[in-house]
């Protein structure tokens, strides 16, 4: 007797459960716009995280950061050489030039929203530009590989790939963080599975009609090694040099790749 083995997929919603998922990233959307419109010279980070709540809560949502794992705030707020899971602090004040990334996650009617993007505080140089431009390139390049028939590590290999075209066009190098990436997301924000940003192709479960991922690619201008601070949460680069961290919340669909996480 011959037993069929069961197709490993990346787990998937229904239409219904796609379009929840996007009123909730809408709102995360809308969250992170108002953070950005008021980073500047003198606003502390937790300043920032206050905007963020705000909008949430006024659109019916759960900041979904806030008490994960007692994590204290609503947004991830990540200067300069912090990568990722930066705490809020009235004691972090912004600068003229500071390179910051703002990750936030809500909770709308169950369903998880998770988006991050880069930006200045002012004018910054244009290494810090170029770095945050090559990450939203190549997680723009993940999104595009999110298309029925795909494997996981295919979406991983497109990242990298849209990584080193970035390093092609700029002139430089950037390190990939290492042993960070992407997640399945629904009813809860992290899910399988991982999402590697890099790697080699054609491995992995596959990409359905429904399925969806947070892609999350973290760029450095040195190393791709980093270490975790004493408050057990802010991830830094080893050697000091500057991050940048772009994500969207995609969904496969028949018609190619949709961001559940669209800004105004």
Not at 62 to 75: A, D
Not at 102 to 124: E, K, M, Y
Not at 242 to 257: C, D, I, K, L, Y
């Amino acid at each position: 007797m011959v037993l069929r083995r069961k197709r490993k997929v990346v787990p998937f919603r229904t239409a219904g459960e796609l379009d929840a998922m996007a009123a909730a990233g809408e709102v995360v959307g809308r969250a992170l716009v108002a953070v950005r419109e008021s980073a500047a010279p003198g606003v502390t980070t937790l300043e920032l995280d206050a905007v963020a709540e705000q909008v949430i809560r006024d659109a019916g949502a759960v900041p979904s950061f806030l008490g994960y794992h007692g994590f204290p705030g609503s947004i991830c707020a990540s200067v300069n050489e912090k990568v990722v899971h930066g705490i809020p602090s009235a004691d972090e004040v912004l600068s003229e030039g500071d390179l910051i990334s703002i990750d936030c996650g809500a909770i709308l009617d169950g369903w998880h929203g998770d988006s991050a993007w880069t930006f200045g505080v002012g004018r910054i140089i244009e290494a810090d530009r170029l770095l945050s431009a090559a990450t939203r390139l190549s997680m723009e390049a993940g999104i595009a590989a999110m298309v029925p028939g795909n494997r996981l590590t295919d979406v991983s290999h497109a990242i990298e790939t849209g990584t080193r075209a970035a390093e092609a066009a700029h002139g430089r190098t950037y390190g990939i963080v290492d042993g960070y990436g992407g997640h399945g997301i629904g009813r809860q924000m992290h899910l399988d599975p991982f999402l590697p940003n890099e790697g080699d192709p054609g491995h992995g479960p596959e990409l359905v009609v429904g399925s969806t991922l947070a892609i999350e690619p973290m760029l450095t201008l040195g190393t791709t090694a980093t270490e975790v601070l004493a408050d057990d949460w802010t991830v830094v680069t080893t050697d000091g040099s500057r991050a940048a961290h772009w994500e969207h919340t995609v969904a496969v669909t028949a018609e190619g790749p949709r961001i559940r996480t669209s800004r105004p």
